[in-house]
């Protein structure tokens, strides 16, 4: 009985609906993340130390509830990024895997990763430039802020009032980002989990999708926050005198560590890992769950396999 038993269409659902899971999850993480990311822009001084300054602070100044600003742009983003990225991946790895059963190689996840990420970016930076800016809005002054509603108020306002195009706005950095995002995540993953299998003390279980998708969100965190960064600075950025805060994503990063240092490059490692860490757990978890009990309850396969990456 092959993966190829699943539809594919059931593969880009079954991604979507663990990345939704997930966010419902660390979505007040994302927001601390996108705010201590933006933290220094401009040259201002950085408005809080620590993570935990800044939760405090948000708690305190905007009530409990604005922990969860942007859920609205965060499930849209799940719903286009994620259902692309992850359903394109189990897609393109059985592709590979083909009826011998064998693996691909890490360099070979590696490329389907960053295709899948690549084309994942494209369809949900809309989504993304929404969140960055429904999360960043609480940080500026009353008279600045943009006031969205909802996901679908943000898009609409920035459509009318910015252009169709501006929903693109980072497409390329996010699509830069999501690559190297999902070049570490998903080769790292199916990489972890086959290793842990190998050794003979783990099965294809919760216990080894927890443990390999935490080795995941530990390598991803270190090698996409650079240009997680940038990508922020970007959708979030405003023209100053009819000129752009940046013209892209080196000048983010020139003067990132021109101003502030090359460790700003990892300003907000710790919600980031945070955030990143648990999102990958919970998106791989459901995303197991829901593929094996597809095999055991519609196909009638009973061994309880998972999603076969």
């Known amino acids: 009985m092959s993966e190829q038993q699943i539809p594919n269409y059931l593969k880009f659902a079954f991604g979507g609906l ?33 993570s935990f300054h800044m939760i405090r602070a948000i708690i305190k100044n905007e009530g409990f509830f604005a922990m969860y600003n942007g859920l609205s742009a965060g499930l849209l983003r799940q719903a286009t990024y994620t259902t692309t990225r ?4 189990t897609w393109l790895f059985a592709k590979c895997t083909g009826d011998g059963q064998k693996s691909p190689n890490f360099a070979v996840k590696a490329g389907l990763g960053m295709l899948a990420g690549m084309c994942g970016a494209f369809v949900g930076t809309p989504a993304e430039v929404a969140l960055v800016r429904m999360t960043a809005d609480g940080r500026l002054p009353e008279a600045e802020r943009r006031n969205y ?12 009032q910015e252009g169709v195009f501006q929903l693109w706005r980072g497409a390329i950095p996010t699509m830069g980002r ?4 999902n070049g570490a995540q998903l080769a790292s993953y199916s990489q972890a989990k086959e290793f842990l299998m190998s050794t003979g003390y783990f099965k294809d279980n919760i216990m080894c999708h927890f443990t390999s998708s935490m080795i ?18 970007i959708q979030n950025m405003k023209i100053i005198d009819g000129k752009p805060e940046y013209t892209g994503t080196v000048d983010v990063l020139k003067k ?10 990892w300003k907000g490692f710790t919600p980031y890992y ?13 995303l197991e769950q829901l593929t094996g009990s597809y095999y055991k309850f519609v196909l009638g396969d009973k061994t309880g396999r998972g999603s076969g990456l």
């Open 256 to 265: 990132i560590l021109k101003n502030e240092g090359v460790f700003a490059l």
């Open 86 to 89: 992850l359903g394109m991946y």
């Open 178 to 181: 999501s690559m190297v995002v």
């Open 274 to 286: 945070a955030r990143l860490g648990p999102h990958t757990v919970l998106t791989f978890i459901i």
């Open 216 to 233: 995941s969100g530990l390598i991803t965190t270190a090698a996409s926050m650079p240009v997680d960064i940038a990508k922020t600075r």
């Open 149 to 160: 509603k909802s996901v679908v108020d943000a898009l609409t306002k920035i459509t009318k």
């Open 18 to 50: 663990s990345g939704m899971g997930a966010t419902c999850v660390v979505q007040p993480l994302d927001l601390v993340k996108n705010r201590m990311q933006l933290s220094g822009a401009g040259g201002k001084q950085k408005e809080y130390k620590t």
